[in-house]
């Protein structure tokens, strides 16, 4: 028999305890004192929404239009009465999610899959040279999005408004309070912009957490075959749609490592070819302020 409704303060208790990884005679206790629900009804909860949020996801990767991220999540499972001896066990899982790409993008605007393995130094029957990056290659990007070093637009006028705005924001006893206000209001402004980007809202869909460690190489690629699974990819689609995933520069190197390992294969889904790595701002920024030291 199915009951339709229940007693929402017990109820929302009952996941609270369970939530906090309060022990089971506590939730017993409460049950019995009319403030939670039992532990099986619990049980019988979370398994309920388990698989109505695994409805959510089943089929948003074969929509084509959405990336994924992952990263590692560290848990430490504490015993009822800890010792030096036994603190409790650490383990090592992976969370996981799917992000929408922007409004606007079109499954044809991943199609792209050929072009980076015919790149790929991967690709041993390469047809297309390989995308090197260095530093001479770098500065002449930069170049032709340069500007005079006397135009409002050139990273010198963009560095000299940062400067001033720190000046005038930083709490200096060398400048008086009222002429900071002064170029504050009629010197500083707003830097120049050439574009912007405008803000939009990410929906993000977790996925379930697993218990798989990115600490190796195995462990990434079974992490990646549980992600497309839980989101339904479809084999013969990944041979011409990209599939950008974002991670840490640690789990990246792993998976370009499994790209490599896999480069002799003769199908694209067993390449992992549509695998694109992207590392997070985060990271990104680890990495630059690590070549500054």
Not at 31 to 50: C, D, E, F, K, Q
Not at 168 to 187: G, H, M, W
Not at 256 to 277: C, H, N, P, T, V
Request: charge should be neutral.
């Amino acid at each position: 028999m199915i009951f339709n409704s229940c007693n929402t303060l017990q109820a929302v208790v009952g996941m609270f305890a369970h939530s906090t990884n309060t022990s089971k005679r506590t939730i017993e206790f409460l049950s019995h004192a009319g403030l939670s629900i039992a532990p099986t009804s619990i049980n019988r909860m979370v398994g309920r929404l388990s698989s109505e949020a695994r409805l959510l996801f089943k089929d948003e990767l074969s929509g084509l239009v959405s990336a994924i991220g992952l990263d590692n999540l560290e848990v430490r499972f504490n015993g009822e009465q800890p010792t030096p001896e036994n603190p409790g066990q650490l383990v090592s899982m992976t969370s996981a999610a799917f992000f929408p790409l922007h409004s606007g993008t079109t499954k044809e605007d991943l199609r792209v899959c050929e072009e980076p393995w015919a790149r790929s130094p991967f690709n041993p029957h390469r047809s297309l040279p390989p995308v090197v990056f260095s530093h001479d290659r770098l500065m002449s990007m930069v170049l032709k999005i340069s500007f005079p070093p006397e135009d409002e637009m050139s990273m010198h006028s963009l560095f000299a408004w940062h400067v001033c705005d720190i000046l005038l924001n930083k709490d200096l006893e060398t400048i008086p309070q009222d002429l900071k206000d002064f170029f504050r209001k009629e010197k500083l402004g707003l830097p120049a912009q050439q574009g912007w980007i405008p803000h939009t809202k990410t929906t993000q869909k977790p996925l379930h957490t697993m218990n798989i460690s990115l600490s190796t190489s195995h462990g990434s690629a079974m992490a990646l075959e549980n992600i497309l699974k839980q989101g339904g990819a479809i084999r013969e689609q990944r041979k011409a749609h990209i599939l950008l995933m974002h991670a840490d520069l640690g789990a990246g190197k792993k998976y370009l490592g499994l790209q490599e390992s896999r480069g002799i294969k003769d199908d694209a889904w067993d390449r992992l070819q549509f695998i694109i790595f992207l590392p997070g701002w985060f990271h990104i920024r680890i990495a630059l302020a690590d070549a500054m030291h």
